[in-house]
């Protein structure tokens, strides 16, 4: 959530086989029988439509940080559904562009929100580089914050810069990954990612460890360097994806895409997750979050927005709601609850 001043924000045509439209989305999963590769497909449609909706209220993005946004949330999905964690997981872009931050947060039953902050004016032909690394100061980080987290426990985070091993500038959010997993998991990955303002989506193909589980929670794996770009079953199949253009990505169905680009190989699929065990859209906020937030400001300085403009004010940069605290509101807000009388009802 963001700070408490009145209207300040808070951390708050059909195409082929197309048929999750109405719905949040799908995911599909897949592994290449004998060999050590793995792979998934996401479309985001409902859930990414309703999500771009809902910002619209509040001037929207441009269609540069809206494509960002998009590709974010379908590699947020690929990601928390590879690692099958119980947590959030949270991909955030930082840096000293016109945008000063982009996440995209996906929840253990895939649900997810996205948000950014532009700070600046944006080309329309903007790039990550003149998104988020103008002076080489952007960085990706994907933060697991674990449900049954304990007092003192703190989320793993790891982070990479939107720089490539030659220190040049990555273009391309499939790449920043595709680095980031070389450098925290030392895993071999192909990712493909497109968006526009009706679908979100893309492809990801990995070699699978040799031994044990990926190390994105902290597992060591130093072994897995001696596989890091020779696999030839994966670098074959890596390459076969990487033919795959962006107007593909979003416009022919999941079916059409594994036909034409894996169809010499044995591909085993998995069903596909849709509707209420698909991708969705989801907003964690609610008052008594925002309730918490506001008390964590103080009694003085919340009173004294109050005093200034009659109300306090949050909306969520996530999904647009927003929630109004007025005098009494707030004072419940600050009184223990066996002290408590009746509410004005005037929270939304």
Request: hydrophobic content about 40%; overall charge negative.
């Amino acid at each position: 959530m963001g700070s408490a001043n009145p209207s300040a924000n808070a951390n708050g045509n059909a195409n082929e086989g197309d048929e999750s439209l109405a719905d949040g989305g799908e995911l599909h999963k897949f592994i290449f029988e004998g060999l050590p590769v793995r792979g998934m497909l996401v479309r985001l449609t409902g859930a990414w439509t309703q999500m771009l909706q809902r910002r619209e209220a509040a001037g929207g993005y441009p269609e540069p940080v809206r494509r960002l946004l998009g590709e974010m949330s379908a590699a947020a999905v690929l990601m928390q559904s590879n690692i099958k964690f119980n947590g959030a997981l949270i991909l955030q872009m930082q840096g000293d562009g016109p945008v000063k931050l982009a996440v995209a947060e996906v929840q253990p039953d895939l649900s997810l929100r996205a948000t950014a902050k532009v700070v600046g004016e944006v080309a329309d032909d903007a790039r990550i580089e003149a998104l988020l690394n103008v002076h080489g100061q952007g960085r990706c980080a994907i933060t697991l914050d674990p449900t049954d987290r304990q007092p003192g426990q703190q989320p793993y985070q790891g982070v990479v810069p939107l720089n490539g091993e030659d220190n040049e500038p990555l273009q391309d959010l499939g790449r920043v990954l595709e680095h980031y997993m070389l450098q925290s998991e030392q895993l071999d990955t192909t990712l493909v990612l497109a968006a526009n303002d009706q679908v979100a989506a893309g492809l990801l193909i990995q070699r699978l460890p040799m031994q044990g589980e990926s190390n994105l929670a902290g597992r060591s794996l130093a072994s897995e360097e001696d596989e890091i770009g020779r696999n030839e079953a994966y670098l074959r199949i890596a390459m076969l994806a990487a033919t795959l253009k962006r107007e593909e990505l979003l416009t022919l169905g999941a079916d059409t895409i594994l036909h034409r680009l894996f169809w010499e190989e044995d591909l085993r699929r998995f069903p596909a997750q849709t509707g209420i065990t698909g991708p969705r859209f989801a907003c964690t906020c609610s008052p008594g979050r925002v309730g918490r937030m506001l008390v964590g400001l103080g009694r003085e300085e919340v009173d004294g927005i109050v005093a200034e403009r009659g109300e306090v004010e949050v909306g969520c940069d996530f999904c647009g709601a927003q929630y109004r605290f007025d005098a009494v509101d707030v004072g419940k807000l600050f009184v223990p609850p066996a002290d408590q009388g009746p509410g004005s009802g005037t929270v939304q």
